[in-house]
C-alpha cells in the first residue's frame, strides 16, 4: 500500500471513532452525566433500591409491643425498618435523632428489624436488641441501637458478634443472661416475622420509613434520604 494510501485509510479509522466519542459524550450530557464522572457515577445500592423517595404504603400497626423513641402519644409516627449492618442506616440515624429533636413531642419513631440476608451479623444483632430489651428496657434498647450505629463500620460483619456481650455489660445488661437470652434464640422468630411483615408492607431495602398521621395515613421513605425530605413528609402529615 502506498504512502499515500495508507494515509487516507488512517484518517478514515480516525474520524470513525472521533465521531463514535463525540456521539457518547453528547449522549451522555443529555443524560446529566458528563464524561469525567462516568466512572465514580452511584450505582444502584441493594441496601436501599433507587425508587421515588416517597410512596404511598402502610405498615403494621403500631403495638405496646413495638419499641418506641419519643412520645408515645405524638401525631406522627415514624416506623423505621432497619438493619443494623447497612450502611444507609448507619448514615440514616442521626438524622432520626435531629428529627425528634425538631419535632419533639409531635413524632416518636418506631424501630422494626429488617435484616438483610446478605449482611451477616444483621440477624443475631437484631436478636441481641430484643434480649437487651427484655433484660434493660426500652432505654436501654434504644442505648443499644446508638451504640451499633455509632462503632459499625456496617456492610455485614462491621460489629463483631463477640462485641455484643460486652457491649450489654457496658450498657449496664447482665452479661450472662444476655448471652444466654442470644445463644437460645428466643428472638429469632419475632425478627423474621417483623422482616415479613415488612415485605408484605411493601419494604424491599433498608431504611425504609413509613410516616403516619392520625388519620393512619401513611407514606414511605425508601433510603438515606436528606432531613429536608422528611421535614416535607412530616409538616404535610401535621396539616
Known amino acids: ?33 458528563s464524561s469525567s464522572n462516568v466512572r465514580g457515577a452511584a450505582l444502584v445500592p441493594t441496601d436501599a433500591p433507587q425508587q421515588p423517595p416517597t410512596q404511598q404504603a402502610k405498615a403494621k400497626a403500631v403495638t405496646d409491643s413495638d419499641h418506641i423513641r419519643g412520645n408515645k402519644n405524638a401525631k406522627i409516627t415514624l416506623v423505621e425498618y432497619s438493619d443494623f449492618e447497612c450502611p444507609f442506616c448507619q448514615r440514616f440515624h442521626p438524622v432520626t435523632q435531629e428529627l425528634l429533636k425538631i419535632y419533639g413531642d409531635k ?25 437487651i430489651a427484655e433484660l434493660g428496657g426500652n432505654d436501654k434498647f434504644w442505648s443499644f441501637v446508638d451504640a451499633i450505629f455509632e ?4 456492610n ?7 462485641k455484643l456481650g460486652p457491649l450489654a455489660s457496658e450498657l449496664g445488661v447482665n452479661q450472662v443472661q ?7 434464640g428466643k428472638y429469632e422468630q419475632l425478627v423474621k416475622d417483623q422482616l415479613a411483615e415488612g415485605t408484605a ?16 395515613e401513611s407514606k414511605l421513605i425508601v433510603g438515606a ?3 429536608d425530605a422528611f421535614k416535607t413528609a412530616i409538616d404535610s402529615a401535621l396539616k
Not at 151 to 154: L, V, Y
Open 107 to 131: 413524632i416518636r419513631l418506631v424501630y422494626r428489624h429488617f435484616p438483610l440476608s446478605f449482611h451477616a451479623n444483621a440477624q443475631k444483632e437484631a436478636e441481641a436488641s430484643e434480649c
Open 178 to 184: 444476655f448471652q444466654s437470652c442470644l445463644d437460645s
Open 225 to 227: 434520604q436528606p432531613i
Open 1 to 33: 500500500m502506498s504512502t499515500n494510501k495508507f494515509l487516507i485509510v488512517a484518517l478514515i479509522i480516525a474520524s470513525f471513532f472521533l465521531g463514535s466519542l463525540t456521539n457518547k459524550v453528547a449522549t451522555l450530557e443529555r443524560n446529566g452525566t
Open 156 to 162: 455485614g460483619t462491621g460489629f463483631a458478634l463477640d
Open 151 to 154: 462503632r459499625t463500620t456496617a
Open 201 to 216: 408492607a411493601g419494604v424491599n431495602g433498608t431504611p425504609s420509613i413509613f410516616i403516619i398521621n392520625s388519620k393512619g
